[in-house]
């Protein structure tokens, strides 16, 4: 009885405490709600939390319009999200994170992060080559506009009218370059860009770097810019992670005066003003110095100290151009380059030579073969002990990489079947030709911008000089007696020769076959030519037969019917051809055999070259032929047109083609 009366006392005792909790919370909730009440009613409702969702690769509308933010009319896309942009800490209050990458290669795309969100990258906003903007709403810090302007393929005059029109008091300007910018960046661009706080944008180069984050109403010079000169035409990477803040402060200091003062070209210039890109405002201050050779790979070639010589031809104005694009070969020496002239014809070329650390040689020689002699006579008196020596023809414009190709092919020389190395391609139209890395053996000599032995010519050359050389190359020299010796010639040719001269007039259907079509030049510094041993003799054969031979190649069949219509209208969608299995693979052949019925040259083959858009003039035989074999590469496929004068035609199944031609 006594324990039933205790378990009935303690239910009681827990039941209370249980109550007492319970009616504990229940003040404390009603006092939480009274709390708010009054809040909501002396200070308002609390403004409501906004979540903001992106996905990468998506496009966004930036910003939206609540808050009185900034309303932009276009999409912008946001790439990979990154937390602070990389950064290992998180920005103090009003400071938000900033990457700014330039890139370390054209293949290795710029990229710009603003809080955590990256703007610009590859295939976002469409960053690339030129100039790479991004306006930043300073009181949301993120960003509301991304462009790129490619100011090396156009001029500045958008973005001018974007910097003014788009870049509002406060707004937060981050630019960065990315490859080459400076070609068409136009003085006006560069004030605008100086009113904004720029102190040294007056300074950028070919290829230098630059980046810069200031802000429209500033005072000062942006304390957050960087400038990197190029090393040799490569530039050297930005790559830049910080806390901005969202109001920044500018220095005082004034920039640095320009760095690049020419006064013997402003002088020149002065009494040359013709020449317009020379001398134009923006160009004659700076200095002419040569480009400094990077490429590790190429260091003790012999290409470096061997005589350069240059026609000076008919033209001052063409002659700087071309001056203009020797000097920018990295690893250039100047005392190794002259130009040949005749006072009669071109004035001041002594003084434009000066300019540029150049040596000249005056002579007054009319003949075109007495010229070609007096050129190697020049380069044989000036450099006895050079084994090599290069020569470029009149009106010619270098590919930055001229002499890096040539390096990289030049052991072939040592090669006896070997007469000399162009730098041009006759066949090098833009359809028919698009792999730099490629090289090939051909029969005819195209002349233009070639390297030889100086043993060569005084042995060879010289003895034939009026039969060999009566004319510029691109005539085709040896035509009058073609030695048992070939000519290494590049897929994309490291040499353009402009479509105007007093050379080139009248207009003949030869000059205009050559030089009034598009031509595609190689403008990349790092492609070299792969596997240039594989142009020796005693291996080119074999690595014919490899090429013919490979799971990658493929016979293309041909109707003789369309292959004549697509001849005729020059357009091969006439053909209707199926695209190669393996189109995106570099090593993917196509090859056209066919039977040349003609017995006293390339009838045949010459159907084919007007149809697939090669070199063609009705009186002219075709260009680029190996032993029967013309090789060229069509949107980055190897092409090969064969024929039954080769002797790789044996091999199956080409042997069994039923296309005759003509």
């Known amino acids: 009885m006594r324990n039933i009366c205790n378990k009935s006392f303690l239910n009681q005792q827990e039941q209370t405490l249980i109550f007492r909790h319970v009616g504990t919370v229940a003040i404390a909730i009603f006092i939480g709600f009274g709390m708010y009440g009054i809040y909501e009613f002396f200070v308002g409702k609390p403004p409501r939390r906004i979540v903001e969702f992106y996905k990468a ?50 293949q290795d795309m710029p990229k710009i992060c603003v809080s955590g969100k990256y703007v610009i990258q590859k295939e976002i906003n469409n960053g690339g080559r030129g100039m790479n903007m991004v306006v930043v709403d300073s009181h949301r810090m993120r960003a509301i506009n991304a462009r790129r302007f490619d100011t090396y393929a156009m001029d500045s005059s958008e973005m001018e009218l974007f910097l003014l029109r788009e870049v509002k008091e406060g707004d937060i300007l981050i630019s960065v370059t990315f490859d080459e910018a400076s070609r068409n960046l136009g003085s006006m ?12 944008i007056q300074n950028l180069q070919f290829r230098g770097q630059w980046y810069m984050v200031a802000q429209r109403g500033m005072k000062g010079f942006s304390p957050y810019e960087a400038l990197k000169a190029s090393r040799g035409g490569m530039w050297s990477n930005i790559d830049q992670r910080f806390c901005l803040p969202r109001i920044i402060h500018g220095h ?34 700076k200095a002419l110095k040569p480009a400094s050779l990077t490429n590790r790979q190429l260091v003790g070639s012999a290409i470096f100290s061997s005589p350069i010589m240059v026609f000076g031809g008919q033209s001052l104005t063409s002659l700087t151009l071309t001056l203009e694009t020797l000097l920018s070969q990295p690893g250039i020496q100047p005392r190794y380059v ?35 002699e007096v050129v190697f006579d020049t380069a044989l008196a000036l450099f006895p002990g050079s084994l090599f020596v290069s020569v470029i023809e009149e009106g010619l ?62 042995k060879e050359l010289k003895p034939n000089i009026k039969n060999c050389c009566s004319k510029p190359g691109w005539y085709g020299w040896l035509e009058l007696g073609r030695w048992e010796r070939e000519i290494i010639i590049p897929d994309v040719s490291r040499a353009l020769r402009r479509p105007v001269g007093a050379d080139l007039e009248p207009v003949t259907p030869l000059i205009s076959a050559l030089f009034h079509r598009l031509r595609t030049t190689n403008l990349e510094l790092s492609t070299l030519v792969k596997n240039a041993e594989l142009l020796m003799a005693e291996r080119y054969e074999q690595h014919l037969v490899d090429l013919l031979n490979s799971s990658n190649s493929r016979q293309v069949k041909l109707d003789k019917e369309k292959l004549i219509d697509c001849a005729n209208k020059q357009d091969t969608n006439k053909l209707q051809m199926t695209p190669h299995p393996h189109k995106h693979d570099k090593n993917s052949v196509s090859v056209v055999a066919y039977k ?67």
């Open 57 to 106: 690769n998506s496009s966004e509308t930036f910003p939206f319009k609540d808050h009185g933010a900034r309303i932009v009319s276009q999409y912008m896309q946001v790439g990979e999200i990154l937390p602070n942009c990389g950064l290992k800490f998180v920005c103090p209050h009003d400071h938000f994170p900033v990457h700014i990458y330039s890139g370390k290669s054209n």
């Open 338 to 372: 002259v130009v040949v002239y005749d006072p009669e014809i071109i004035n001041d070329v002594p003084e434009l030579c000066r300019l540029f650390g150049f040596s000249y040689k005056a002579t007054s020689v009319k003949e075109y073969h007495k010229l070609v």
């Open 397 to 458: 414009l270098l590919a930055p990489d001229f002499l890096a190709y040539t390096a990289t092919v030049l052991p072939l020389l040592h090669d006896p079947t070997v007469m000399a190395i162009s730098a041009w391609n006759p066949n090098g139209y833009t359809g028919s030709s698009s792999r730099s890395d490629l090289a090939y053996r051909v029969e005819g000599f195209p002349g233009q911008a070639f390297t030889i032995k100086q043993s060569t010519f005084r």
């Open 189 to 200: 661009a560069k004030n605008v860009l100086a009113e904004l706080g720029s102190s040294q």
């Open 596 to 662: 040349e019925i003609d017995l006293m040259g390339f009838s045949g083959m010459k159907i084919l070259c007007q149809c697939f858009g090669l070199f063609y003039e009705e009186k002219s035989p075709p260009q680029g032929l190996h032993r029967g074999i013309l090789m060229f590469s069509r949107k980055g496929e190897r092409m090969i047109f064969l024929s039954n004068r080769s002797p790789h035609f044996i091999l199956p199944p080409y042997n069994a083609t039923q296309l005759s031609l003509p």
């Open 252 to 285: 005082t200091i004034m920039p640095d005066p320009m760095v690049h003062q020419n006064n013997a070209r402003e002088e020149f210039c002065e009494r040359h003003n013709y020449i317009e890109e020379f001398c134009a405002d923006d160009h004659r201050k």
